[in-house]
């Protein structure tokens, strides 16, 4: 055993740094956190100092005793964990648990370089104990939230289930999203006239230009673009000034998941699976960070680079200042950990996200790019001669309306246009990297063509489009996260799994949603004349954003109605701040905890015995049934949102049907309520037997001959007709012919197409083709190499097999080796080889009672439980 023992997180690290320190230092990893609160209960004793009651995790158990033992035999003990409040709490639970020292050594590191572990070794400290009680804080308080919260839920909302849960961070993310998707559904859309001309200059060069703003009404709009016939068009002035832009700063934990999202569509988990695998290769600083600062060190090796790539002109260092008050300068932005490396990491995804993290860390070292900005003013003679530009009284309350007069008076109207072109003069940073933007609907301005004062300009055209104003847009995982940044709640590391425990309680969905089409209008002046014509765009669509569920809705409204605490904003963005708070010693992390429960639990207590209180799931009456005149109503059941036509009664019962996945209680129409039970409808005959289409456990279906055929995503069960089912039905049919190949071993060997896609069969196996065959281009050998490679597979899945106790296997699985004990998989150490493991060793990984041992008694009932439990009934007695 080596004399010293150093402790990291996780396995990638272990080797890497193994390798740093040498032959006297043995790494292990400890996967992550090795103590937590056991998941029953709520394990905080609140009536002394919400003392926490920590367990070692069921399967950590057996690496802590190896830890333990490694612990002993060496001469001392490092902690690296990560370098943040719950990678020091990491620290504290392996002292627990592994009966260390109170002076054991932890060392930090922002960067897995050689230079970097040296250096921590080189300058050990004790655990802090105040950002240990930071995190005990937020965990502790957490687990109350969640665990007196959720069965409220459970238990007032009518037509809930024990699936429903709240949380502190997470109910505020389900909040915006709700809050944005009603103001979405209030906007009421305003339309305005835009106008823009295009002017033929010298060379056939176009100059396009605008009004600087918009006219209320189509008939402004008429009226100005009627005085601009046969009207003289002149450059009344040039103005050029310099510009520059400068490069943004070097990524945090948001800003990286931010621009993942929307330069790469990488989700917000993600990105930070990548980062975590390109900082534990050594290649990237601490990907869990609030600070734009960069140590003097790395300046001076991205200078360095920036001088050799693109020559000395380009450099201009920068320390960046975060925003965030509570932000840890010590710490470091996101960077390359060498600047020298211009590729790295193992996929073609985090190559991606290296990339992007190596520009931006680059370009924020680099000059400024230099601009040069040109405004052309056009004035306008109109045809009758008149220039002046007068103030009108017309005004409308649309952002874009225009203040004119009437269209009789042509001195009501402006009389300039506006062109802008913009020249890059020294390109500097933007040589590397542009940031992008959440709304990319500003147009980059070229350059104009060349122009002089008192120059004439010939029209070519003059188009007012209708435009309309929009609501703010729905939050993207990206925009999320700045918001919730931008507020102050959660912090880097709780981003990814708030919006992931949001879509994944069924809460929001993160969806694409076609948009509609609305008609415009729009007028033209060319060759002196003014025409009008319609036109039809598309609007409304959405890539990737975040949607609202009924169930969410729901949620949200009760929490905001009976516990408007837990989902204020600034309450919920002081909770952090007390936390930082704690983690610099200035506040007592239990004294904090009092403060927040003691009021939070009485809400909770009277919520919970109130009679009164029983939300009724946004149960929302519609209307009547124009046929029957029965009430049609939405609301909200245990399987999901319905539509209920009529109620229950001893002769007759409802009719019931469920909610399209974009549908919402609070905004379906009547109309909308009724189509949903169109189906099943029949649509046609095919081959003498009826085609059916309706909606099933997997989806929108067409029935034909007691076949189910699924329809694809751009098929509407609701308005689809018989042409379409047919085909889906000949086509299901194609894929389902099998096509024999030959033999092999005196057996047929077949190709098909099922619903996982194509397939070779031999005997009763089915075989996948790999991703990018085809079944043209299948021959029997290939069918033959793919059935024998499929055998190997599998005569390799068992590691080792246990006669003696077959439900025991260890299994060579697709992410690693694992145990199947019975229904359950089991994890393997990675520090265990697979093939040497005993039955007596998987049992005991498993947590199960070794062979011929007897299972213990289950625990005896507490007064509580007994309490809870339900009374017997007597036996009958016989008559």
Wanted: charged share 30%; aromatic share 8%; with cysteine.
């Amino acid at each position: 055993m080596s004399k010293n023992l150093v402790i990291v997180e996780s396995p990638a690290k272990a080797k890497t740094i193994e390798g740093y320190l040498g032959k006297d230092f043995t790494v292990r990893s400890s996967y992550g956190h090795v103590r937590d609160l056991p998941k029953d209960g709520l394990a905080v004793d609140v009536s002394n100092g919400f003392k926490p009651a920590y367990e070692v995790s069921p399967d950590k158990r057996q690496l802590v005793n190896e830890l333990k033992k490694m612990a002993k035999e060496a001469q001392e003990v490092w902690l690296a964990t990560d370098d943040d409040r719950e990678g020091e709490a990491i620290s504290w639970h392996l002292k627990e648990a592994l009966g260390l020292r109170e002076n054991t050594k932890r060392i930090v590191f922002r960067e897995i370089t050689k230079n970097a572990i040296l250096n921590a070794i080189g300058q050990p400290r004790s655990i802090d104990l105040n950002l240990v009680n930071a995190q005990q804080a937020r965990r502790v308080l957490d687990r109350l939230v969640g665990y007196e919260l959720s069965p409220v839920l459970w238990r007032k909302i009518k037509g809930g289930s024990t699936g429903l849960s709240a949380g502190r961070v997470q109910s505020v993310a389900l909040r915006l999203v709700v809050d944005r998707e009603r103001e979405i559904d209030a906007h009421q859309s305003k339309s305005s006239f835009k106008v823009t001309a295009q002017f033929v200059v010298e060379g056939g060069k176009i100059l396009n230009a605008e009004l600087p703003k918009n006219f209320a009404t189509v008939e402004e709009a008429r009226g100005f673009l009627q005085l601009c016939v046969g009207a003289e068009f002149t450059i009344k002035n040039l103005e050029t000034k310099p510009a520059k832009k400068s490069p943004a700063p070097p990524f945090t934990t948001s800003t990286l998941q931010q621009e993942a999202s929307r330069k790469m569509s990488y989700a917000v988990d993600r990105t930070m699976k990548l980062a975590q695998s390109l900082y534990e290769a050594g290649k990237i600083s601490y990907m869990r960070t609030d600070s734009t600062n960069l140590s003097q060190e790395a300046i001076g090796k991205a200078k360095a680079e920036i001088e050799t790539e693109f020559g000395p002109n380009y450099v201009q260092t920068r320390q960046y200042k975060t925003k965030n008050e509570s932000a840890q300068e010590a710490h470091e932005a996101i960077r390359p950990t060498n600047f020298n490396d211009r590729d790295a990491g193992s996929n073609r995804d985090e190559k991606r996200l290296y990339e992007l993290i190596w520009k931006r860390a680059i370009a924020s070292q680099m000059a400024d790019a230099q601009l040069e900005r040109t405004t052309a003013t056009i004035s306008i003679r109109f045809g009758n001669g008149t220039t002046q530009t007068v103030q009108a009284s017309s005004l409308d309350d649309s952002p874009f309306a225009m203040p004119v007069a009437a269209p009789s008076a042509p001195g009501s109207y402006p009389n300039e246009l506006v062109a802008q072109g913009e020249v890059i003069k020294f390109d500097g940073f933007l040589r590397v990297y542009l940031e992008s933007k959440d709304d990319e609907d500003e147009e980059s301005k070229g350059m104009l063509p060349p122009l002089r004062i008192g120059q004439t300009l010939d029209l070519g055209q003059m188009k007012a489009t209708e435009k309309f104003s929009r609501p703010q847009p729905r939050y993207a995982e990206a925009s999320l996260v700045k918001k919730l940044e931008e507020m102050g709640i959660g912090r880097p590391s709780t981003y990814a799994p708030t919006i992931s425990t949001i879509i994944n309680r069924g809460y929001v969905v993160k969806s694409d949603r076609a948009g509609q089409e609305r008609a415009f209008r729009e007028l033209l002046l060319t060759q002196n004349q003014v025409s009008e014509k319609a036109g039809k765009e598309m609007f409304g669509s959405e890539k990737a954003k975040l949607f609202p569920t009924n169930t969410g809705m729901v949620v949200n409204d009760f929490l905001v109605e009976y516990f408007p605490d837990i989902v204020d904003f600034k309450f919920t963005a002081n909770v952090e701040k007390d936390f930082d708070e704690i983690a610099n010693g200035r506040r007592d992390w239990q004294q904090m905890l009092e403060g927040f429960y003691n009021p939070f639990h009485r809400n909770v207590e009277e919520v919970q015995g109130s009679d009164g209180v029983s939300f009724k799931t946004g149960a929302r009456e519609l209307g009547l049934h124009p046929a029957s005149g029965k009430k049609v109503s939405a609301r909200l059941g245990r399987y999901g949102a319905y539509v209920q036509i009529g109620e229950s009664t001893d002769e007759e019962k409802p009719q019931y049907a469920n909610l399209r996945s974009d549908q919402l209680i609070e905004t379906i129409s009547l109309q909308e309520a009724l189509d949903l039970f169109a189906l099943p409808r029949e649509v046609g005959f095919f081959e003498d037997k009826p085609m059916v289409i309706g909606i099933g456990k997997f989806g929108p279906y067409v029935r034909h001959d007691d076949k189910y055929v699924s329809l694809t995503k751009e098929d509407d069960p609701y308005s689809m007709g018989a042409e379409r089912a047919i085909e889906l039905i000949q086509q299901k049919r194609a894929e389902s012919v099998s096509d024999t190949l030959g033999e092999f071993e005196g057996k047929p060997v077949t190709t098909g197409k099922g619903r996982f896609g194509p397939y070779v069969k031999f005997e009763d196996k089915y075989i996948s083709l790999p991703k990018g065959e085809q079944l043209g281009g299948i021959t029997l050998d290939r069918a033959i190499e793919l059935i024998q490679q499929k055998r190997q597979a599998e005569a390799n899945k068992y590691i080792k097999e246990f006669p003696e106790n077959p439900n025991v296997k260890v299994v060579n699985g697709m992410y690693g080796p694992y145990l199947a004990v019975g229904k359950r998989n089991v994890r393997i150490p990675k520090e265990t080889d697979p093939a040497t493991l005993t039955l007596e060793q998987c049992l005991a990984l498993a947590g199960e009672p070794a062979e011929g041992a007897e299972k213990k008694a289950p625990a005896k009932k507490t007064a509580t439980a007994k309490k809870a439990a339900p009374a017997k009934k007597a036996p009958a007695k016989k008559k």
